[in-house]
């Protein structure tokens, strides 16, 4: 016995699930953990774009723009969606888009994990990595981000409330239950 929750053991994912939110959500931490519970995949949308670029998200940004960078985003997103089932971590933007929103709820799930905006100060205020951020007051940016993302990551299929304090599996388990709100996407199964 390897002391695993069997009853997340019998679930059967049938649809991608994407993680959307604000930088510092926790999108990267619980996608991993949920992965690992529900025995699937993790992939990770900039990681991936990183990967095929050779350059950080950073230095897409700084030599090509952010149009560009959302460009390539959505086609990874895309091509990521038409794999087998597995938690896809996006970035904080990639929701933005319209057509992102359209595509990942036709071929999978949206959840976007809620955090309020003095948890996720606290989760980015140290971190070098949030090419939006590098402005002469990040909080006064984050702010501004969040007051316009907020509204539009209020269009995913699930919400998941991210808190401070709750431990990563805590998180993963939250997003299982609400998954299994939503039959299309997570059933009762033997795992086949």
């Not at 299982?176 to 299309?184: F, G, S």
Request: net charge positive; glycine share 8%; charged share 30%.
């Amino acid at each position: 016995m390897d002391g695993r929750d069997t009853r997340v053991q019998a679930l059967k994912l049938k649809k991608t699930v994407v993680l959307v939110g604000m930088m510092g959500a926790g999108k990267t931490a619980v996608g991993k953990a949920l992965a690992h519970a529900l025995r699937v995949p993790f992939r990770d949308s900039d990681a991936e774009i990183e990967l095929a670029a050779n350059m950080t998200i950073a230095e897409i940004f700084s030599r090509d723009g952010e149009p560009f960078f959302r460009e390539r985003e959505s086609q990874v997103i895309a091509r990521l969606l038409d794999g087998r089932p597995s938690v896809l971590s996006t970035g904080g933007g990639a929701y933005m888009r319209e057509e992102n929103r359209r595509m990942i709820t036709k071929r999978g799930v949206a959840v976007w994990l809620d955090a309020a905006l003095p948890v996720l100060w606290n989760r980015v205020k140290h971190k070098d990595t949030r090419p939006l951020l590098r402005t002469a007051d990040p909080h006064a940016t984050l702010r501004e981000i969040y007051c316009k993302r907020v509204p539009i990551y209020a269009l995913s299929d699930l919400t998941v409330s991210s808190e401070q304090g709750k431990s990563v599996d805590a998180m993963a388990q939250r997003v299982i239950e609400a998954l299994k709100t939503r039959p299309d996407v997570l059933t009762e199964g033997d795992g086949e």
